[in-house]
């Protein structure tokens, strides 16, 4: 039995350094934009490694045993969904589904104001859901370059709307992630953050329409952006708090798209905003190649229901999966739990992180079949033969998308591996103790955090995964709700994914606006810290103020 040790040099300052070189050295590799992500998590997994058996004194077979079930956890349930969310975008892309479903989109109306609300912030929460990992930013960005918007617009916005969606992208994965770090019920997390985005989700459509067309601009379809907010917001606290995570983004984006098309049947702006640039000046009109103009032709009802048909499928698979009753019956007979032996129950955390020693768990539950990314695999499956694709041909389609999938798939196992390491080795114990130093203000740094981990690794999952465990010890030390600061976490990042490295090449890539990541990297970075440090002010409120603190999760 080992005990975690939280001030090995003596020295609450120096300690609390070299907890942190891990963690600092990823994100500093990661923002040089000289290393890429997946060598950036390797060395910083080698690092942590060397910190917990030198200097936190973790015995080396408990470290390597920890690291490499983090590795193990970051592919199963993590990566399974990644891999297999990608799968059935590559069986659209192939079918042509997805193409006629971009003109499905696109041809609803002429209003470019419009027009954003639909595709960057309602068909891009669809795959925020769906997918994330940069998927949504492709798409709308690509989308937008379609409809003629130009290359900074198209980026620039596209990444600003993707955020209210990004806590629950992935089919929940960031919530996923944040659970496994932190013991926390997901299914509470998740919640917690329906019981803070939904504010957020009814800012973001006023504050995109506003970045595009300034606040005359805004005002003009003001009923339009209400509709679009409220009909996501309202179902995404819904879905989260009396559902499951998995489905919120998914749910909630079908229902707002549903809601502004139906709306603009009914009303139209008075004049319609045909511009493609921001407004002011906007570089990147001058450097504008004509776009390939996006078929109008109204599609047929057939055409129509085959571009919905893979994505009808994985709503009703994955609400059968996310349901409790179907999770039940199949984690009795589908399910394997491995006790890591020499690891499993040889750890305890000691005061002042617990009031008593208490054995920290390390058992890997394969509940195979109950996997959210095994239910979308079903899906593909379903939808690549309801597409005629031949067991051959998918099989063929999959090696594809392993392949694409490689690198996210070994990077997100290695950030798991820090962050499955630092949890048991009490390295983030170090780290937490010393943030609860910022006393009562914590709730709005701790929400920063998030928002950092996020800008700097370019994955709410990853930020999670690094930070949730710290967050919850923090908490706890501060007498916060670990819930609340937990989701804190989640809720803040979402506001840095504007800014990461990784989305803006994303962006630039989708939009043929390459060389250009600094200028859409100015135009967001105000943005991100404008709406980051509002979520942080929410926070505060949920944390001290009534009756904001009614809505936090035990």
Known sequence: ????????????????????????TLLVLIASGKVKAHIAAIIAVILTNLI????????????????????????????????????????TVATGQFELLKRAVGGVTEDRRLQLLLIA??????FEGASGFGTPVAVTGAVLIGLGFSPLAASGLSLIANTAPVA?????????????????????LGAMVGRQLPVFSLIVPFWVVWAFAGWKGMKEVWPAILVTGVSFAVPQFVISNFINPWIVDIGASLISMGCLILFLRVWQPK???????????????????????????????????????????????????????FKTWANKIFVWNYQVPELHQMINKVPPVAAK???????????YLSFT???????????GFLAGFSPAKMIAEYGRTIRLCAISLITISAMLAIGTLTRLSGIDATLGLAFAATGILYPFFGTLLGWLGVALTGSDTASNILFGNLQKITSEQLGLSSVLMAAANSSGGVMGKMIDAQSIVVASTATNWYGHEGS???????HSIALACLVGLYVMLQAYVYPFTLMVLK
Do not use: H
């Open 357 to 367: 020693p208490t054995p920290e768990g390390a058992v890997f539950g394969f509940t």
């Open 373 to 383: 990314g095994t239910g979308m695999l079903i899906a593909a499956i379903i939808a």
């Open 52 to 91: 917990a058996i030198f200097v936190f004194t973790m015995p080396a077979n408990m470290s390597i045993r920890a690291s490499l079930l983090g590795v193990v956890a970051g592919f199963f349930p993590i990566g399974w969904i990644v891999l297999n969310v990608i799968f059935l975008y590559q069986l």
């Open 168 to 188: 629950y992208g992935a089919l929940g994965t960031p919530i996923q992630g944040l659970s496994s770090v932190t013991g926390l019920d997901p299914y509470i």
């Open 121 to 126: 912030f309602s068909f891009g929460a669809f």
């Open 271 to 325: 004049q319609l905003w045909l511009s493609p640039a921001l407004r002011g000046n906007d570089e990147s009109m001058a450097t504008m190649t004509p776009a390939k103009p996006l078929d109008k032709t109204p599609l047929t009802q057939g055409q129509l229901w085959s571009a919905l048909l893979p994505w009808i499928i994985v709503c009703i698979v994955m609400l059968i999966w996310g349901s409790g009753e």
């Open 520 to 526: 859409i990297l100015r135009f967001v970075f105000k």
């Open 1 to 24: 039995m080992w005990n975690q040790v939280y001030n090995p040099f003596g020295n609450t300052v120096l300690s609390t350094i070299a907890a942190a070189i891990p963690v600092v």
